[in-house]
C-alpha cells in the first residue's frame, strides 16, 4: 500500500494511462531499484521487477528486496509504469486521431508549446511535464520545431511510426500486446489563481494519445495490438482533417494560396487514404467497443481540427485572434466560448459545402461535434531546392489557435480549470 503525508490526498482508484484498467490505488505496484533485482514476468528480462512493498523508509518510498529506496510505480495489471500524479489527480484523456500526413506531430508539438505558455499566463494553470521520460518524444518535436540552435535551418518532423519504440509491449494473458505511448501533462494552479488554496478540486492530469495514421486503416486494431481503443476511454476525441489533402479544397483555393500542399502535384506527401474512410473505421471501432459495453451512441465529444488553415482559411472570411478576454475583478482570463462556437459553424458550413460526408460522418459518430481551425506553423513550409523535400525554419513558425481545441473541451469538461466569458465582446 501506498503511504502519503497528510498534504497529499490519494485517489481511491487509478485508471492504468496504458491498459487503460481501473484498481484500487493500495494495489499499486512499486518499481525496484537494486540493480541485482531484473526480470519482471510481464516486461522480460531486461526490466526492474515490480513488488507489492510490506516496507518502506521514513520518507514513505517503499523498500525493495534489497533494501533499495524505490520511487518509481507500475500499473498491477500490465506492470507499466504510471506517474505518481495518477494517484493524486483525475486524469483527462482525449485521443488524437487523422489520416497519415495529416500533420497530427507538428499539431501536437505546437499545441503543447503554446500551452506550456499560455495555460500560466492568462489562466494561472500550470502545464507541465507528469513524466518527462515518457514526453521524450514529444519534446523532441517541439525542440525541432521551435529550439533549433540555427532558427534558419530547414527542418521536418519525422513521421510517426506504426511500429517501433512508441509502443510498449507486455506479456498479457499469454501473449506479446502493444499498448500505445501515452503523453501525460499535470494542471495544477498557481499562487495567482483564485482557487490556490484549493487545488485537489480543480487539478487534473491530462493524457494525450497519438497513433500512426496507418493504424486506423481496417484490421490494424486487434487482441494484440490494441492501439486504438483508448478511443473508448477518451473524454474527448480530435479528429485532425488536413484540407491540403483533398482535390475539392485545393480547387477551392485555386489561385488563391501559395502554400506548395496546395498545388495539384505528385511532389507533395498526401495520404495514400481518403480522410473520410479513417473517421468512418473509428466510428465501425468505437460502436463494435462500444456495443461490448451495452452502450450505443457515443456521447462523448468529438472535436474536428481542421489542419493547416494558414494555407484555406481565408475560405472562412474570419480573423482568428485570441479567443479569450480579460474578467474584471480578477487576473485569470475567460475563453470566449461563443467565439468559438461562432468559427465551429462557419466552419462546419464550408466542410458542408466541400466534403459533406465529412460531416455526416463526425456526426454520425457523435452527437457533440465541434469544428476548429487551428495552424500548426502559421505559414506555408519552405521546399529545400536540393532534395525539393517541404520543411520548416523554427525563426518562421508562429503557431494560431493549437491550443483552442484543448481549453475548449477542459472549459467544457473540467469543471474549474478555464472559465468561460459570459458576454460578447
Known amino acids: 500500500m501506498v503511504s502519503a503525508t497528510p498534504q497529499i490526498q490519494l ?11 481501473s484498481f484500487d490505488t493500495e ?13 519482471d514476468s510481464r516486461l522480460g528480462n531486461a526490466a526492474q521487477q515490480r513488488f507489492l512493498p510490506m516496507r518502506f523508509n521514513p520518507a514513505t518510498q517503499a523498500l525493495d528486496a534489497n533494501g533499495f529506496a524505490c520511487h518509481r510505480l507500475a ?25 497519415p500526413a495529416a500533420g497530427k506531430s507538428y499539431y501536437l508539438a505546437s499545441m503543447t508549446w503554446r500551452l506550456r505558455k499560455v495555460m500560466p499566463k492568462y489562466f494561472h494553470f500550470s502545464y507541465t511535464d507528469a513524466d518527462p521520460e515518457m514526453n521524450l518524444r514529444l519534446q523532441h518535436y517541439e525542440s525541432q520545431q521551435f529550439l533549433q540552435t540555427d532558427a534558419n535551418i530547414l527542418a521536418a518532423i519525422e513521421k510517426t511510426e506504426v511500429y517501433g519504440d512508441i509502443y510498449n509491449t507486455v506479456f498479457l494473458k499469454g501473449q506479446n500486446i502493444s499498448f500505445p505511448q501515452p503523453f501525460t501533462f499535470t494542471m495544477t494552479p498557481d499562487k495567482e489563481h483564485p482557487l490556490a488554496n484549493n487545488p485537489a478540486n480543480i487539478s487534473k492530469i491530462l493524457c494525450l ?33 488536413d484540407p491540403t489533402q483533398d482535390a475539392r479544397f485545393r480547387r477551392a483555393c485555386q489561385g488563391r494560396a501559395n502554400d506548395p500542399q496546395m498545388q495539384n502535384n505528385d511532389s507533395v506527401r498526401r495520404s495514400p487514404v ?11 471501432r468505437a460502436r463494435n467497443h462500444w456495443n461490448a459495453r451495452g452502450k450505443t451512441r457515443k456521447k462523448t465529444p468529438l472535436v474536428i481540427v481542421l489542419t493547416k488553415a494558414d494555407a484555406w482559411g481565408f475560405l472562412l472570411n474570419t480573423k482568428l485572434s485570441n479567443p479569450w478576454m480579460a474578467v474584471p475583478n480578477t487576473n485569470v482570463r475567460a475563453l470566449h466560448t461563443a467565439e468559438i462556437e461562432n468559427v465551429s459553424q462557419k466552419s462546419r458550413a464550408l466542410l458542408y459545402q ?12 457523435s452527437e457533440d461535434v465541434i469544428y476548429i481551425p487551428v495552424s500548426a506553423t502559421g505559414g506555408p513550409p519552405s521546399v529545400d531546392p536540393q532534395t525539393g523535400a517541404l520543411g520548416f525554419r523554427s525563426a518562421d513558425i508562429k503557431p494560431y489557435w493549437v491550443e483552442v481545441p484543448i481549453l475548449y473541451m477542459l ?15
Not at 481518403?274 to 465501425?284: H, M, T
Not at 469543471?415 to 465582446?425: D, E, L, W
Open 75 to 99: 500499473c498491477p495489471n500490465c506492470h507499466l509504469q504510471i506517474p505518481r500524479p495518477f494517484l493524486e489527480m483525475p486524469p483527462f484523456f482525449i485521443s488524437i486521431v487523422g489520416a
Open 411 to 425: 472549459n467544457k469538461l473540467a469543471r474549474g480549470v478555464i472559465p468561460a466569458a459570459k458576454k460578447v465582446r
Open 274 to 284: 481518403r480522410q473520410e474512410s479513417i473517421l468512418s473505421e473509428l466510428a465501425n
Open 27 to 39: 494495489k499499486i505496484l512499486w518499481i525496484s531499484e537494486s540493480p541485482d533485482l531484473m526480470g
Open 209 to 241: 494519445y497519438d497513433n500512426a495514421g496507418e493504424s486506423y486503416l481496417p484490421g490494424e486494431d486487434s487482441a494484440v495490438r490494441p492501439v486504438t481503443r483508448h478511443i473508448v476511454m477518451s473524454d474527448a476525441v480530435f479528429f485532425l482533417f
Open 354 to 365: 466541400l466534403i459533406p460526408e465529412i460531416v455526416s460522418a463526425a456526426e454520425q459518430l
Open 11 to 21: 485517489l481511491k482508484q487509478v485508471t492504468c494511462p496504458h491498459c487503460w484498467e
